[in-house]
C-alpha cells in the first residue's frame, strides 16, 4: 500500500528538521519512501568517517533576498480558499488585497498552514519556505503585501534542507529552507533608513546607495546560499558605512567598478570572508579599494571588521 500523501508530507518535514539538528531523520512506520531525496535520508551512516560515531553534515545557511509568493500546492487548497473569501468582506477589493485580508483573519490560519510558500530571486523560483516555529506563519502573511510594488522585497534567514517531492507544491522541485527570521521592506524604505553623512547632499546619496544597492543585487546567481552571498547580502541590508562609501567616492569622481568576495587569512575556526569593494576614478584610471571582513560560520552573519582602505598583498 502506497504511503498517503499526508504522511510523506510529514515525512518530508522530519528530513527538513533533521538538517537543522544535525541528527539522522527518524523513520516513519509507513512504507518505505521511494523517492530519491528520502532515499538519501534514509542512510545517516553513509559517508561517515571511520572515528565510530557518525558525523552529522554540516547545516547549508542561507541568507536571501528576493520575493516571497503563495501558491495553491493542490485544487482541494484553492476551492477551500475560495469558500473562505465568499464568507470574508472584500467589495471593492482587488484580488491581492482579498487575498491578503482573508489570509490575515485568525480564523483562516490553517489556510495559511496548507499554502504553499515560495520565495523567488530574480524572478526564479528558488525556496519553498517552512516556519522552524508554527509562531511564524505571520511572518509569511506580512510578506504578503496588498499593494506590491516592484521593489518590494523579503529577507530570509534559515537552513536549507532537502529537494522538496513533488506533491508537496504542486510539482515545484527546488530545496525546502527552514526558516528562523523573515523581514519584508521595499527598496526606498531601506535607503531612507540609511544614516546619511552630515557632509552628503540627500539626493546624491540616495542615489549613490541606490546604485550599490543594485549592483549588489545584479551580482549572478546570487541565492543567498555561498557564503560569499550570504555576506554580501548581509552587508546590502544591515551595514549602511558601504552606502556612505559609496557616495564620498562618486563625489571624487570615481566609479564601482568591482565587488569581490574572498575568504579572509584570518579565518580559523571560523569562517570569515572579506568582501572588497574596488572604485576606479574616471579621468586617472586610478584604483582605490576598501574592504569589511564578515563572519559566516553560522547562520547569522556579523560584521568582523569595519570598513577600511585594502591594499593587495
Known amino acids: 500500500m502506497e504511503p498517503s500523501e499526508e504522511n510523506k508530507s510529514k515525512e518530508t518535514l522530519q528530513a527538513a528538521s533533521a538538517v537543522i539538528s544535525g541528527a539522522p531523520p527518524v523513520a516513519a512506520p509507513a512504507a518505505k519512501p521511494t523517492g530519491s531525496v528520502m532515499a538519501a535520508q534514509s542512510c545517516p551512516t553513509c559517508g561517515a568517517t571511520p572515528s565510530g560515531d557518525a558525523q552529522a553534515a554540516a547545516p547549508s545557511y542561507i541568507y536571501a533576498i528576493g520575493r516571497i509568493e503563495p501558491r495553491f500546492p493542490r485544487p482541494s487548497i484553492e476551492k477551500e480558499f475560495a469558500q473562505a473569501t465568499g464568507r470574508a468582506e472584500t467589495a471593492g477589493l482587488t484580488d491581492r488585497q482579498a487575498l491578503h485580508q482573508v489570509l490575515s483573519q485568525p480564523q483562516n490560519r490553517y489556510l495559511v498552514r496548507q499554502l504553499c510558500w515560495v520565495m523567488t530571486v530574480e524572478g526564479l523560483e528558488t525556496y519553498i519556505l517552512v516556519p522552524h516555529d508554527a509562531a511564524d506563519l505571520g511572518l509569511l502573511v506580512e510578506a504578503l503585501r496588498p499593494t506590491p510594488q516592484p521593489w518590494d522585497l523579503d529577507v530570509v534567514i534559515g537552513v536549507r534542507g532537502p529537494i522538496a517531492p513533488a506533491e508537496m507544491c504542486n510539482g515545484l522541485l527546488v530545496p525546502i529552507v527552514v526558516f528562523d527570521q523573515v523581514y519584508s521592506f521595499d527598496r526606498e524604505t531601506l535607503i531612507k533608513a540609511i544614516p546619511r553623512p552630515a557632509q552628503a547632499p540627500a539626493t546624491d546619496f540616495e542615489t549613490a546607495a541606490e ?34 562609501n559609496a557616495t564620498d567616492a562618486f563625489a571624487r569622481n570615481a566609479s564601482l567598478t568591482a565587488v569581490d568576495v574572498q575568504p579572509s587569512p584570518l579565518s580559523g575556526t571560523r569562517k570569515v570572508v572579506e568582501v572588497i569593494i574596488t572604485y576606479t576614478n574616471r579621468n586617472t584610471d586610478v584604483t582605490e579599494k576598501y574592504f569589511c571582513r564578515v563572519d559566516v560560520t553560522e547562520e547569522f552573519p556579523f560584521l568582523v571588521t569595519k570598513l577600511s582602505p585594502y591594499y593587495d598583498r
Open 211 to 244: 546604485e550599490v544597492f543594485d549592483r549588489i543585487m545584479q551580482l549572478a546567481d546570487n541565492a543567498g546560499a555561498t557564503d560569499e552571498h550570504r555576506a554580501l547580502n548581509y552587508l546590502a541590508v544591515r551595514y549602511p558605512a558601504i552606502y556612505a
